[in-house]
């Protein structure tokens, strides 16, 4: 690979005319080709309830490009804060993030909790480490203090981060009418329990409760996916295709009648980078089944609608799978017409 060589380390030597090589040449050719590979990075690999995993070997090496953070505006491209170099590293080995190891990630282990996971680099390093970041949302916000609510958006919460862990790292804004925005850490608090603090510099944020932030660590970095603890401490079960994410087993978003557009926050169930979410919608007991999606609370988005068959299978009546778009912010609206015995699962999320 050429693309690690560059940029050399004697064009930034001197001043005036510098010698060019043909050698130079050849790698500057073969980057170009190879920049190509790397628009993608390796997947996450499920291993079990405490570790994730990067695949490799010797021959099938995992590469990364240190660009930076998806961005929340444009997809495809990314936001790195000035704190990442861009450049190439790979691994030449299976590399596995324990949950349970110290160091794994910023803060202590929390339930409940999507955590994104970084390939993480230092300036002269040519591999990659793992790291997890929790994924943070707002409560409240005085004088650019923010205080954080846990990510089902029930109640305040800390992650007994190091005094000042995330300084000098940036936040960027999810969701809400900051979206897209970035700004310098100042400081964090230590707390541990129901009052975490996260501060920050530079113009106000506009911010709401339930908001979506991420913080872009200070070092060179670049998002690999999100990963869910669930409540009983364990990651939860995952496959993934490229920017296709599947639970091995479904998950409940709701059970029962909905009467009448009702919003629901599914910030358990798909990460703040999910761009559309994937399920189906199930009926027992011989009910017809029903499930109205909304992106506003009043108008049908989709729509889904049948009768049920003759008999059960698998526990259910019927069922219909569904994909739809998750507006920013993971809070969808539905509706199935104050009809019992329903049912609606998620099956996984697209980014």
């Given at each position: 690979m050429s693309l690690i060589h560059l940029p050399q380390a004697k064009w930034g030597t001197g001043t005036g005319r510098q010698v060019i090589l043909k050698s130079d040449?050849?790698?500057?050719?073969?980057?170009?080709?190879?920049?190509?590979?790397?628009?993608?990075?390796?997947?996450?690999?499920?291993?079990?309830?405490?570790?994730?995993?990067?695949n490799?070997?010797?021959?099938?090496?995992?590469?990364v490009l240190l660009c930076g953070f998806p961005s929340p505006v444009h997809a495809?491209?990314?936001?790195?804060?000035?704190?990442?170099?861009?450049?190439?590293?790979?691994?030449?080995?299976?590399l596995t993030l324990n949950f349970a190891t110290s160091g794994s990630l910023w803060g202590t282990e929390k339930v409940n909790q999507w955590y994104c996971l970084?390939?993480?680099?230092?300036?002269?390093?040519t591999s990659f480490a793992l790291k997890a970041m929790p994924v943070l949302r707002v409560s409240?916000?005085?004088?650019?203090?923010?205080?954080?609510r846990n990510n089902g958006n029930t109640g305040d919460i800390g992650y007994g981060l190091a005094a000042n862990e995330l300084a000098d790292g940036r936040i960027l804004v999810l969701s809400g009418a900051s979206r897209g925005l970035?700004?310098?850490?100042?400081?964090?608090?230590?707390?541990?329990?129901?009052?975490g603090t996260v501060t920050y510099g530079g113009a106000a944020l506009a911010l709401a409760?339930?908001?979506?932030?991420?913080?872009?660590?200070?070092?060179?970095?670049?998002?690999?996916?999100?990963?869910?603890?669930?409540?009983?401490?364990?990651?939860?079960?995952?496959?993934?295709?490229?920017?296709?994410?599947?639970?091995?087993?479904?998950?409940?978003?709701?059970?029962?009648?909905i009467n009448g557009y009702t919003l629901f926050d599914l910030g358990l169930l798909a990460p703040p980078t999910a761009r559309r979410i994937k399920g189906f919608a199930a009926a027992l007991s011989g009910y017809d089944l029903k499930?109205?999606?909304?992106?506003?609370?009043?108008?049908?988005?989709?729509?889904?609608?049948?009768?049920?068959?003759?008999?059960?299978?698998?526990?259910?009546?019927?069922?219909?799978?569904?994909?739809?778009?998750?507006?920013?912010?993971?809070?969808?609206?539905?509706?199935n017409e104050n009809t019992a015995n329903q049912v609606v699962k998620v099956t996984g999320w697209e980014e």
């Open positions: 040449f050849e790698k500057i050719e073969q980057a170009v080709l190879e920049g190509f590979q790397l628009a993608a990075a390796p997947p996450l690999e499920y291993v079990d309830q405490a570790s994730i995993r990067v490799a070997t010797g021959d099938c090496k995992a590469r495809g491209q990314w936001v790195s804060g000035g704190l990442s170099d861009g450049r190439y590293r790979e691994n030449a080995a299976a970084y390939a993480t680099a230092g300036p002269s390093d409240s916000q005085t004088t650019q203090i923010i205080t954080l970035v700004r310098l850490i100042t400081a964090n608090n230590t707390d541990n329990g129901t009052a409760q339930g908001d979506w932030f991420i913080v872009l660590p200070n070092t060179n970095f670049r998002y690999l996916g999100m990963v869910m603890n669930g409540s009983d401490g364990h990651l939860v079960p995952f496959y993934r295709e490229g920017m296709h994410f599947t639970y091995v087993t479904p998950r409940q978003a709701t059970s029962g009648a499930l109205a999606v909304s992106h506003d609370g009043s108008n049908p988005a989709l729509v889904l609608h049948t009768a049920p068959p003759s008999g059960d299978f698998q526990g259910v009546r019927g069922a219909v799978p569904f994909r739809c778009r998750l507006p920013e912010g993971s809070r969808i609206y539905l509706n």
